[in-house]
């Protein structure tokens, strides 16, 4: 394949987070306001076409003339899926914030994501889980865990994502009578307690932990 031109590489990869937000490919028009997000803000939806145009002419993408006619050749053939990730979160207090807004994307195998609408990512800080094990991996501070939103019913030992009064931490889970859950940290760090939460606090649970991403290990 050709090289891209910077203003080539925002609309390709605008493209590409536009179908891994949404399970279909942007309209020109939805082209236009996700490249504007990137940083590339053009008002003449013409230039969109000559942008595809050259996409195509260069290997990048097929094109028919059906109103989502736009193919990515790498997404048939590739056999990752991008994962946004959100923020960071603790594993010890609640005490950083996840934030609500994507900080890029990572490159997750199919056979661990299948469907990356309901997957993200957030990076964990802390060691209060550094004994916690899921797909055998542990929970080591710097890693990535991967959280699975469409979980609503936990079960005592699965680890979640939790935020608490707006700030996130990492736990094992424990239902105590079926209204109140305690939060349990699995460290080698001693210093780590429980957090109690009853029905009356301002918590929500994210999802359930499916895997751990070690980036760069």
Known sequence: MELLTPKQKIVLQAIKEFFSENGEMPTVRELQEKSGMLGLRLKSLRSFFLYLNELEKKGYIERSSE???????????????????FGMANAGAATMFADQFVEGYIKVSRKIVRDARTV????????????????GKT??????????????????GDKVLVVIDGLATVKTYRSVDGRNIV??????????RPIFLTDEDDFVINGKVIDVLKLGK
């Open 67 to 85: 109103d989502r006619g736009i193919r990515l050749k790498e997404v048939n053939r590739d056999s990752f899926l991008d994962v946004p990730v």
């Open 120 to 135: 993200f990512a957030i990076q964990v800080s802390g060691t209060s889980m550094n004994k916690a094990r899921v797909n």
């Open 139 to 156: 929970i080591k501070d710097g890693d990535f865990i991967l959280v699975d939103s469409s979980w609503k019913h936990y079960d005592n």
């Open 183 to 192: 939060l349990l940290p699995e460290s080698t760090d001693k210093k780590h």
